[in-house]
């Protein structure tokens, strides 16, 4: 069920972009010292944790069933699977070309959406689409190869595939309470990301410096708790088509904080390429949204019969009156 958007739906969907975009340098400060899946599963587990510490704080009941089912695919896919995926690709490709490939998300999610008659095909979702593809492009023109090796971009495009069909299932999953979709779908993923570090055989060691367990502070309570519950909070609000223009416009948040922190340089490509991808955000899914929930129109009280043509009223009962629907 998709709810009506409000200005709340505005504050969770820029607070989305912003918290998401700070990941991918929180992600680089602690791939420094620590293994990607191993930091990744880490990561997960004190997430997982502080979700189920909520959750039961609460008095929100776990879900079983077939709703717990859902959720550990949701987990899967979104937690394990795609983070895995999307490793791998970067193993052997440039961080570019990775980012211009996953910039398809929101076109993959349109077109499984409507195979799956979840929502219909949308001329504006199609070409928002396509401009944030260009847009990433351009903004990560300096960091595109290529030399593409087939194994890595398979990887690279079914990473994005896989998230567009996790946000599908998470929108489907209207029966699961929020938080008990990421604490089961997070945990879900820590023990996938757990055992792929087992089979890549990375070292597992915690981290030294102050830098990476601030880095992993932030990774564990804004940028996965907060995170997750606000991209189901715009899920529940928006179509899922839409909610994942979010993703789309973290790598411009990045690129700014590139240059804040990292003393990254802001080039021409940059400035061009983010101003394509925040218009591509507002036509594909901030112009879709509607200004809040309709009210319902006060129900119409019963009115007396009319009379018959055949047995009209007395004269003295005839009125001029306006009947309401014609005022």
């Keep these: ?6 200005n709340a739906t505005y504050a969770a969907f820029a607070g989305t972009v912003l918290i998401g975009g700070t990941n991918f340098i929180a992600v680089s400060i602690s791939n420094q010292e620590m293994p990607p899946l191993f930091g990744a599963a880490f990561r997960f587990g004190l997430a997982a944790l502080l ?10 009941p776990l879900a079983h069933g077939r709703a717990a089912l859902g959720a550990a695919l949701y987990g899967i896919l979104t937690f394990g699977v795609g983070v895995a995926l999307l490793y791998y690709a970067l193993v052997g490709l440039a961080a570019g070309t990775v980012a211009v490939i996953v910039s398809a998300v929101p076109l993959f999610t349109l077109v499984i959406a409507v195979l799956l008659r979840q929502e219909q095909l949308s001329l504006r979702r199609v070409v928002a689409g396509i401009l944030v593809v260009t847009g990433i492009a351009i903004l990560s023109a300096g960091t595109i190869s290529s030399n593409l090796s087939y194994s890595y971009l398979v990887a690279a495009i079914l990473a994005a595939v896989v998230s567009a069909l996790s946000s599908i299932i998470a929108k489907a999953l209207t029966d699961v309470h929020p938080l008990n979709l990421n604490t089961i779908g997070i945990t879900t993923g820590m023990v996938f990301l757990t055992v792929g ?10 981290p030294h410096e102050t830098e990476t367990w601030l880095a992993m502070l932030w990774l564990v309570i804004m940028g996965s708790v907060m995170l997750f519950q606000l991209f189901l909070y715009i899920l529940r609000r928006l179509t899922a088509s839409a ?4 993703v789309a416009g973290m790598p411009v ?21 983010g101003a394509l991808v925040i218009v591509a955000v ?20 019963d009115l007396p019969p009319e009379p018959f043509p055949d047995n009209p009223a007395p004269p003295h009962e005839q009125t001029a009156t306006t009947h309401p629907a014609n005022e």
């Design 1 to 6: 069920m998709t709810q009506k958007p409000d």
């Design 51 to 60: 979700l189920f510490f909520i959750t039961r704080t609460r008095g929100i």
């Design 197 to 206: 570090s087992l089979f890549a055989g990375e070292s597992w060691a915690l």
């Design 243 to 246: 909610s994942v223009y979010a």
């Design 253 to 273: 948040i990045a690129a700014g904080l590139g240059a804040l922190l990292l003393d990254q340089p802001i080039t021409m490509p940059v400035i061009v390429g």
């Design 282 to 301: 507002y036509i594909g899914a901030l112009s879709g949204m509607s200004g809040g929930p309709k009210i319902p129109l006060p129900e119409c009280p």
